[in-house]
């Protein structure tokens, strides 16, 4: 190359992102110019400095949880296909047009005639919602949960077994539930910042 | 001229507070929920060496319905209820002021009439114990059968909280 | 295996995520492609294998970029949930890596844009002091570093980390695009939404301020 190569071309240049001809070609240009020789070789240290010090790729913590969620919100948020109906042969599919005009004209008509309140609607052909469950996870090693709903307490039951006991020495005294120490209590401001936001 | 200017001021100001308190909408309110800390144990509930509040007896009954969480007595150690907010997370510290039991919580979704699921978290003693999206509806609650203490082991509730007026 | 409640209990133990998609062969932009032709279709366990092989240079991406780790875990979800939304808009032209991280682009421009509330109260400050958490806890990952690599690097990348915070987000985003993750100059414009032009004067701007917030640590390499 002879002439001096456009800016973009040198400044891809520098980050060493040119290949093949284009590469050889602005290589012989520079080698008259010692000075982006130099340049290229700061770009290059800097680099190295900056992807030496931050990693490119890190894991997110409980990699397997993070996959689990994210295959959940997408279950949670894709519609439930319709459920496919038998499709009926032969002259009654001409009937049905007929069939369903009269019949939403007998139920305008009827509807005219009943009182107004509440109308019972049979869904029990609608899509029924699924019910999601809940994902339970356990960060540290050797505890473990089990999840079930008990319809006994009329409550979602999540056991923990392998946690560490609370040392007995631990003191709780200091805790208070009623409400009307609370109210009154030095805490109670703290609470009612609670209330404007969170962390975060 | 002098009142018209100030009404003017105390306007602007006015309507900028509102602006900045609307802005966000992550920071509205969408629920309070409560979470409550019990003694559960087979053996003397003075055991726990602390003054335990009563538990209602619809609370007992409930939690001896299910094998897992029967036990013979159970004492309240404490109680936190926080907001529920839209886009922002809250913690709860129900035993107060220890930290012992710390439970996070965030709105996973837009809460219904019905359901409202949350994002979150048990800590104890520091430590990240437990991680779930649960659904909370009015009177159905979550029980966390947790760590064991003094011949018992804590039971950790979460439930949804009624809205309550401010105190006058 | 993950919770399968209602009514037995069972226990929630961990999976591990699946890595081997039959006819798919190694790991390199192609196989991404066959992956998504196979994710548009609806598999899904083709899919859960492209956010195996993604998800830690995204949620890497978005950690220098807004430094919460437990926001940056959540936004790496939202970046795959959004494009398993927009995976029927993808077409083969461009890399799938690319086309991540326009997602992740938007949904941390979107993310910066709030106004977040600052820590209010005593108590929520102590909760969120770092140093309160349990050191021995399973909250971070573990690094493979020996102690002695880990403070070096820990300390320089500290103080990268805090050079870069004082940087606006373009600027910022695109040193990590480039110097971190790697990308071309083309690439970064598709993914920013501008010129090459633009990602070469934000990245010269950038690099200048940071070399000189970082001038010591520079100039003894």
Same mark, same amino acid.
């Given at each position: ?11 891809? !240049? ?28 700061? $770009? ?46 032969? !002259? ?23 009182? &107004? ?5 049979? $869904? ?25 709903? &008990? ?23 200091? &805790? ?25 | ?38 003694? *559960? ?8 060496? %602390? ?65 409202? %699921? ?39 509730? %979460? *439930?949804? *909280? ?7 | ?61 978005? /950690? ?15 970046? +795959?949930? @959004? ?12 890399? +799938? ?16 844009? @709030? ?41 320089? /990348? ?7 915070? @004082? ?53 003894? /390499?």
């Amino acid at each position: 190359m002879n002439t001096t190569p456009d800016e973009t071309t040198l400044a891809r !240049w520098l980050e060493d992102e040119l290949e093949g001809d284009e590469l050889a070609a602005i290589e012989a240009w520079v080698s008259g110019h010692p000075e982006h020789l130099a340049e290229r070789e700061r $770009v290059r240290k800097w680099r190295a400095m900056i992807s030496g010090a931050v990693p490119a790729a890190e894991e997110p913590p409980y990699p397997d949880f993070f996959n689990s969620r994210v295959a959940q919100a997408i279950k949670e948020s894709t519609p439930q296909p319709a459920v496919a109906t038998k499709t009926r042969a032969g !002259w009654i599919k001409f009937l049905m047009p007929a069939a369903a005009c009269a019949g939403m004209m007998l139920t305008f008509w009827l509807g005219t005639k009943t009182h &107004s309140g509440p109308v019972e609607v049979d $869904v029990t052909g609608a899509p029924k919602a699924i019910p999601v469950e809940p994902l339970v996870y356990t960060p540290e090693k050797g505890v473990e949960a089990e999840c079930f709903s &008990s319809s006994k307490a009329s409550a979602t039951v999540i056991v923990l077994n392998g946690v560490d006991a609370i040392p007995d020495e631990t003191d709780f005294s200091g &805790s208070t539930t009623m409400r009307g120490l609370r109210e009154k209590d030095k805490t109670a401001a703290i609470q009612m910042d609670n209330e404007e936001g969170a962390i975060r | 001229m002098k009142l018209w200017l100030w009404m003017s001021a105390c306007g602007v100001l006015a309507s900028s507070s509102l602006t900045m308190a609307q802005e966000d909408p992550g920071k509205s309110k969408v629920g309070m929920v409560r979470v409550t800390v019990y003694h *559960a144990t087979n053996g003397n509930p003075k055991d726990a060496g %602390v003054k335990t509040t009563a538990v209602p007896k619809e609370t007992c009954e409930r939690l001896g319905s299910e094998a897992l969480l029967r036990f013979k007595h159970y004492g309240t150690l404490g109680q936190d209820t926080q907001p529920l907010l839209r886009s922002y997370e809250s913690w709860a510290q129900p035993l107060k002021p220890s930290e012992e039991v710390l439970v996070r919580f965030d709105a996973k979704s837009h809460p219904t009439k019905k359901t409202t %699921v949350l994002d979150l978290e048990l800590w104890l003693s520091h430590k990240k114990i437990l991680k779930t999206d649960v659904h909370l509806e009015g009177n159905r609650p979550l029980f966390v059968l947790g760590p064991e203490w003094r011949k018992g082991r804590l039971i950790i509730a %979460v *439930a949804l *909280a009624p809205e309550t007026k401010p105190a006058p | 295996m993950m919770n399968n409640s209602i009514p037995e209990p069972s226990k929630a133990e961990r999976e591990p995520a699946s890595s081997v998609v039959p006819g798919v062969s190694s790991d390199g932009p192609d196989d991404d492609l066959q992956l998504v032709a196979r994710a548009q279709q609806g598999d899904s366990r083709s899919y859960d294998l492209l956010v195996t092989r993604h998800r830690a240079r995204i949620f890497s991406m978005i /950690r220098n970029m807004i430094h919460q780790e437990a926001d940056a875990w959540d936004l790496s979800q939202e970046v +795959f949930i @959004k494009a398993w939304n927009a995976l029927p808009r993808f077409e083969a032209k461009a890399r +799938f890596s690319t086309w991540l991280y326009r997602i992740t682009h938007n949904v941390v421009y979107d993310w910066t844009r @709030k106004s977040r509330i600052e820590s209010a109260g005593e108590l929520n400050d102590e909760i969120f002091d770092r140093e309160r958490i349990d050191s021995s806890s399973s909250t971070t990952p573990a690094g493979g570093e020996s102690p002695d690599e880990t403070l070096a690097l820990g300390e320089l /990348r500290t103080k990268i980390s805090a050079a870069l915070a @004082k940087l606006s987000p373009e600027h910022r985003e695109v040193v990590l695009f480039k110097d971190v993750q790697g990308l071309a100059y083309k690439e970064i414009a598709e993914v920013m939404e501008c010129s090459i032009g633009t990602v070469m004067s934000r990245l010269y701007y950038a690099r200048q301020k940071l070399q000189t917030m970082l001038k010591n640590e520079y100039d003894s /390499r």
